[in-house]
């Protein structure tokens, strides 16, 4: 019975020891979480918007829609969905060549996940344009941008929506 017994306690004892050592090995194994770099991701997303705005009031086409992810959408008020980048660039040019002062956005919010890789900005713009006579026809409305960093770490604009009215 005494040897019964030392064998058990030998299995039990070594199933002791082989579950602590899975425990220690997996815990170990479990990677450190990203660093926490949302502050500096929705600065970086800001200063893009803004740099965005500035092109877009100076009717620069390309530095406008280099904002773009190649696959992103772009859904126009009371319009069309607009994919892909070379669709959408034809859509601002449309809009870029319209005379007037042009279009200007202003960030009101931005929130970065956690994950680091999807942000969502949302906002106010203006787009001034010549009415006829000289008059100046002034829209307002709001937008929505989806952001998805890049691998290379640099924000574009993946889904972009705006519509009329304040």
Do not use: H
Not at 60 to 66: E, F, M, P, R, V
Request: glycine fraction near 6%.
């Amino acid at each position: 019975m005494s040897q019964f017994r030392s064998l058990f306690l030998l299995l039990a004892a070594l199933f002791a020891m082989s579950i602590t050592i899975a425990c220690a090995e997996q815990t170990a194994q479990k990677p450190a979480p990203p660093p926490d770099t949302r502050k500096a991701d929705e600065a970086a997303i800001r200063a893009a918007s803004a740099d965005w705005s500035k092109a877009s009031q100076a009717k620069d086409l390309d530095k406008a829609t280099s904002y773009y992810a190649d696959e992103a959408i772009f859904f126009v008020n009371n319009g069309a969905m607009v994919k892909g980048k070379d669709a959408i660039k034809m859509a601002w040019k449309q809009m870029l060549e319209t005379p007037g002062p042009g279009l200007t956005f202003d960030t009101t919010y931005v929130e970065v996940a956690r994950s680091g890789d999807l942000a969502y900005e949302y906002g106010t713009y203006d787009l001034k344009t010549e009415a006829k006579k000289g008059k100046v026809a002034d829209e307002k409305g709001k937008y929505v941008v989806v952001w998805k960093k890049q691998a290379n770490g640099s924000w574009k604009a993946v889904a972009d929506i705006y519509n009329i009215g304040e």
